[in-house]
């Protein structure tokens, strides 16, 4: 495939390699972490380092990886010959990953671009030769491009979506803003695949797997939350077992999804809520959410304002929209170790 746009709809699955689902890559808070990850399970070794002052990638920054993921297994899905550079304007990979497109977010991408590149990651798994590890960046270079953004992915991420060792991720996943519950939602994906019977771990296996610097008892108090929600697709209970408590995770049930089709019954002349009589929450504003954390199973932020609605297409306009910056306000060149 030459170096031309890919496509970036949402139409596009969203994919992630399985290596970066199962071991602790990605700092999972968004205070920034200048601390090392240090990992050890047999054979595997990682250790994944910041550079300067801007700390390491975090779980949220490795959405612009699975981004590019996504894209060049479509590519290879319909024939086409992928490179590991890839071009994309930044207003079509915000909406690709369900982001607003506001001042706020082109900064933040930028600045996830420039961490993905500065962070150095060293490891034994996929080595050629296991004694000597292999060390890149998460991405090798970005800088400007005529048409927005180039990217280049390293060897090592690139060779694994050659090889297909890519899982299909559930669209629900963008909307998780807690990084412990998008950690958890990855691992789960990666053990429990897609098998009804799903699987279980022990939560200090959990934690050593984390890589996240949360003492043991706060750590499995977070995961005891997320557990409570669920995560997109799968049902998650805590249960002690073997002398030490222990997730237990199962695909959810299809069954228990809401119907898109008609049922052919008679609608009732008017919806009432559980909370109250007439179809009223318990909260008193429109958009209100839970407060924000690391380990929140749910998207946290405020829901954005809406005050149109189209009913010839359908369509809820937003109160807030804005255009996309011009590409020459956005963008300056990173590098790897730059």
């Known amino acids: 495939m030459d170096n031309a ?35 050890e399970q047999g054979a595997v070794r990682l250790r994944v380092e910041p550079a300067g002052t801007l700390g390491l990638a975090t779980i949220w920054d490795a959405d612009v990886l699975i981004w590019a993921i996504s894209q060049l297994t479509e590519a290879l899905d319909t024939g086409r010959t992928p490179t590991r550079q890839l071009h994309v304007t930044p207003y079509r990979l915000l909406r690709f990953l369900g982001r607003s497109t506001g001042r706020r977010d082109y900064a933040l991408l930028r600045a996830a671009f420039d961490r993905l590149a500065a962070t150095r990651v060293e490891t034994t798994l996929r080595a050629a030769d296991p004694q000597e590890p292999v060390r ?5 270079r970005w800088e400007p491009s005529t048409v927005g953004v180039s990217l280049t992915l390293p060897e090592w991420l ?14 629900g996943y963008t909307a998780l803003t807690g990084g412990m519950a998008r950690w958890l939602y990855r691992l789960v994906r990666k053990m429990g695949g897609r098998q009804r019977d799903g699987g279980v771990i022990g939560l200090r296996r959990l934690h050593a797997r984390s890589g996240s610097p949360a003492r043991y008892a706060s750590f499995a108090l977070g995961i005891r939350r997320i557990a409570a929600f669920g995560l997109p697709g799968y049902q998650l209970s805590i249960k002690r077992g073997g002398g030490e408590d222990r997730l237990l995770f199962s695909r959810a049930r299809t069954e228990a999804n809401l119907s898109t089709e008609g049922c052919g019954q008679a609608v009732e002349d008017v919806g009432t809520s559980p909370q109250d009589g007439f179809g009223t929450t318990a909260h008193r504003f429109a958009g209100q959410r839970a407060p924000d954390s690391e380990s ?12 149109f609605y189209n009913v010839h297409s359908n369509k809820i306009l937003a109160a807030d929209s804005s255009t996309p910056l011009p590409v020459g306000k956005f963008l300056r060149t990173g590098r790897a170790g730059s």
């Open 296 to 307: 929140s199973a749910c998207p946290a932020s405020r829901i954005q304002l809406y005050n």
């Open 5 to 39: 746009v890919l496509p970036s709809g949402r139409d596009v699955a969203l994919r992630d390699v399985a290596d970066l689902m199962v071991w602790p890559w990605f700092s999972l808070a968004k205070t920034p972490r200048h601390q090392p990850i240090h990992f």
């Open 136 to 140: 890149f960046h998460w991405l090798e």
């Open 158 to 171: 690139f060779t694994a979506v050659l090889e297909r060792r890519v899982l299909t991720l559930d669209p």
